[in-house]
């Protein structure tokens, strides 16, 4: 048998040496993607943990205030949640008025939460109300009394967040005060380990979140 001709085993050996390069760009750009991609994911962990302790001072200011003013019976915080609560004696027993002194004690604390959606033009807060389970017998008309009409506890309730988020938004203009969002759930939702019937279950929850920019 003949020996092959030389030129033949160049290019032989051409054509595998290409192969190589083909496979170790390959190799480069897959590591590339997985790298970046990487990258990007600790990006995200690293600016939801950033948005997070945004949300965490200003909680912690508001509760520092609300513990020197001895409003702490109105008010609790849930800081590793990112939410505030407006207890059950914040409004009378089937009212949507916000009691006058709890009035003041939390647009002592608004211009904090305004400060905060200026500041963070991602954010978003989320005033959601809740009742007991008191059945609503007839409706309630007496708007002035009252602050709204209803007659159900979800229009209650949803009442109830309606006024406080009148509260959030009052030094906000129209494009911030959209992003103070109301919801009422009513009696669907009952605090854990509490009686569906128990007064505590009459609140407002202010929960505070900030959305990943766009990019």
């Known amino acids: 048998m003949k020996d092959k001709p030389s030129e033949w085993v160049s290019i032989s050996d051409l054509m595998a ?9 390959l190799v480069m750009s ?3 993607k997985t790298y970046a991609e990487l990258k990007h994911k600790q990006e995200l962990e690293q600016g939801g ?10 909680l912690t200011d508001l509760k520092n205030s ?12 849930d800081i590793a949640d990112g939410k505030i609560t407006l207890k059950e004696n914040i409004f009378n027993v089937g ?14 604390l608004d211009q904090r939460i305004v400060s905060f959606l200026k500041e963070n033009p991602n954010a978003s807060v989320f005033v959601e109300g809740h009742t007991d389970n008191s059945v609503v017998k007839q409706p309630v008309l007496d708007f002035k009394e009252k602050c709204t009409v209803y007659d159900d506890n979800f229009t209650l309730s949803a009442a109830r967040a309606r006024e406080a988020r009148k509260l959030i938004i009052s030094n906000l203009d129209s494009k911030d005060a959209n992003r103070v969002i109301v919801a009422g759930y009513g009696d669907s ?7 569906p019937s128990d007064g505590r279950n009459r609140r407002v929850e202010i929960q505070f979140a900030v959305s990943e920019s766009s990019k």
Do not use: H, W
């Open 95 to 108: 009212s949507a008025c916000i009691t006058p002194s709890a009035a003041k004690t939390f647009k002592s």
């Open 30 to 32: 897959v590591l590339q």
């Open 17 to 25: 040496g290409v192969m190589a390069v083909v496979m170790l760009l």
């Open 49 to 58: 943990a950033a948005q997070q302790k945004r949300i965490s001072e200003m």
């Open 66 to 77: 609300v513990d020197e003013t001895g409003a702490s019976n109105l008010i609790s915080f």
């Open 189 to 195: 939702r009952p605090l854990y380990g509490i009686d």
